[in-house]
């Protein structure tokens, strides 16, 4: 359902375009350039503005709709492009060797140990 409306947003969005351009404006529009009258219009002198008008308003009426729709279809999902990924893997190569488990609390207490202050280094250790 969501492809459908999706496929006909896009259409109605591209014919509310064409519709647009042929419109004539007070004095320039796509298909009466150079400031011609209404009566080089597409379909004739009269009809043309009000046919293309209506059918405007009636373009915009539905692609408002499926805006919504679409919205409203969509937001019911909570799914996220992250979600679909995979979870990332740890290469045998680069996993640590197995230690025992006192060997792995002092190299840990070893990392999380403070560097030496400058008053540590500057006294001479006692012999």
């Given at each position: 359902?969501?492809?459908?409306?999706?496929?006909?947003?896009?259409?109605?969005?591209?014919?509310?375009?064409?519709?647009?351009?042929?419109?004539?404006?007070?004095?320039?529009?796509?298909?009466?350039m150079g400031g011609a009258s209404g009566s080089n219009?597409?379909?004739?002198?009269?009809?043309?503005?009000?046919?293309?008008?209506?059918?405007?308003?009636?373009?915009?009426?539905?692609?408002?709709?499926?805006?919504?729709?679409?919205?409203?279809?969509?937001?019911?999902?909570?799914?996220?492009?992250?979600?679909?990924?995979?979870?990332?893997?740890?290469?045998?190569?680069?996993?640590?060797?197995?230690?025992?488990?006192?060997?792995?609390?002092?190299?840990?207490?070893?990392?999380?140990?403070?560097?030496?202050?400058?008053?540590?280094?500057?006294?001479?250790?006692?012999?």
């Amino acid at each position: 359902m969501t492809n459908f409306i999706g496929i006909l947003h896009i259409i109605v969005a591209l014919v509310l375009i064409v519709l647009v351009l042929i419109q004539d404006s007070k004095s320039n529009g796509a298909l009466g350039m150079g400031g011609a009258s209404g009566s080089n219009s597409l379909l004739g002198a009269t009809g043309a503005q009000s046919l293309a008008s209506k059918m405007t308003v009636w373009a915009a009426v539905i692609f408002a709709v499926t805006c919504l729709s679409l919205s409203i279809l969509t937001s019911s999902q909570t799914k996220s492009v992250v979600d679909s990924m995979p979870l990332p893997t740890v290469p045998a190569a680069a996993a640590p060797a197995e230690t025992a488990p006192a060997a792995d609390a002092n190299a840990a207490a070893a990392t999380a140990a403070p560097t030496a202050t400058p008053a540590a280094t500057a006294t001479p250790a006692k012999q």
